[in-house]
């Protein structure tokens, strides 16, 4: 006989919570129903919209568990969310009702940012998941990479701010930062940290309760067989895509024009493919498989809505097999100016498949 979970609607969350941290997981993993107090209706249905309000309702902010990132459509971990005192057990059943949709293949209207997808899988972040989240904040990181300290006239030591509910609040970034210098020397050392700080220090607590709670529905050894695509597929599904709608919201640049031969072959190919090259390519350069609500006229950007942009990029003489790549926070594709259509689909494909591992903090 099935395990009955009643549930409260109005208060679901934390009227699941104790009662689910409480469950044995092997009970969870196998078949259950639910039951709305006051209501009749039990079944698939009932489970399945138990999955969506509780994944939606832990997004709500008055719980101050997660926060939107700069694109207003992505999630990750509120580094305040210590305001709430039990905000670490709501981590962790957060994690496992997740976990649980994603054990009995119920699909989440719920996307993550790309950085806390990797976090999941153990996965290292990589300077475009830094771009992603705040793109003023990562050039301002790679100028100092690329610039003397001196010629900046920067006079940092290794602190970071933290906005804490309005009030800045500063913190030492490794033992006795306060007195330590940022110089030419260790530059690299004090970029490393602040984006740790920002990507995952910062909400280190939040991120090991989070994935606690998901590794006792899908233990590592099964997610690890992901990347942070898949995972986001994996737990919201592949949606559907129109290509034409698509097409009609894309923007041209250094050179490229919709009459272009190459921009004309490109969207052979796109039309061309399946679902879920579609969504490999949406991914590569957005960074999400999200199709917003109204289409691509809406597509998410670093400060707005963004459409998706084409740019020219010159194909190198010495590197005539290059790939193209991708700026997500500005749905941008950089597409080299290749010699025929199936040059072009080949590359394409072999970037959509193999080249998404970014720069590394080294």
């Known amino acids: ?10 208060d679901i969350i934390r009227n699941s919570c104790g009662m689910l941290l409480s469950m ?3 009970r969870l993993k196998k078949n259950f129903s639910v039951v709305f107090e006051g209501e009749e209706g039990i079944g698939h249905g009932v489970r399945r ?25 992505t999630f990750q971990p509120n580094p305040n969310s210590h305001i709430n005192s039990d905000h670490l057990s709501y981590f962790r059943f957060a994690g496992r009702i997740i976990g649980a949709a994603v054990y009995h293949q119920q699909l989440l209207n719920v996307y993550f940012t790309r950085s806390f997808y990797k976090h999941m899988l153990g996965i290292s972040v990589t300077l475009s998941d830094v771009e992603c989240i705040d793109p003023v904040f990562a050039r301002n990181l790679k100028c100092m990479l690329d610039t003397s300290i001196e010629d900046l006239g920067l006079d940092l030591n290794f602190t970071m701010e933290k906005d804490v509910f309005g009030m800045m609040e500063v913190s030492d970034l490794k033992p006795g ?11 690299r050392e004090y970029v490393q940290l602040v984006a740790e700080e920002r990507l995952t220090s910062g909400i280190q607590a939040q991120i090991t309760a989070f994935v606690d709670g998901f590794r006792e529905m899908v233990p590592q050894r099964l997610v690890s067989l992901f990347n942070e695509f898949e995972l986001e597929l994996l737990m919201s599904g592949i949606p559907d895509i129109d290509v034409d709608d698509w097409r009609k919201n894309t923007e041209y ?91 072009l689909k080949d590359r394409l494909l072999v970037a959509l498949h193999y080249g998404s591992q970014g720069f590394q903090f080294a």
């Open 1 to 10: 006989m099935d395990s009955v979970i009643r549930v409260t609607r109005n």
């Open 24 to 26: 044995d997981t092997e």
């Open 49 to 73: 919209e138990f999955f969506d309000k509780i994944s939606s309702e832990l997004l709500n902010p008055d719980y101050a568990l997660f926060i939107q990132s700069t694109d207003f459509s």
């Open 177 to 187: 930062g306060e007195s330590i210098l940022v110089t030419d020397q260790n530059k």
């Open 253 to 343: 640049y250094g050179g490229y024009e919709e009459s272009s031969e190459i921009i004309q072959w490109f969207w052979q190919v796109v039309s061309s493919f399946g679902r879920k090259e579609c969504i490999l390519l949406l991914q590569f350069v957005t960074g999400s498989s999200r199709v917003p609500h109204g289409g691509f006229a809406n597509l998410p950007g670093h400060s707005g809505a963004q459409v998706f942009t084409i740019a020219f990029v010159e194909l190198p003489f010495e590197q005539p097999d290059c790939l193209p790549t991708s700026s997500t926070c500005f749905n941008m594709l950089k597409l080299p100016g290749y010699p025929s259509k199936e040059v």
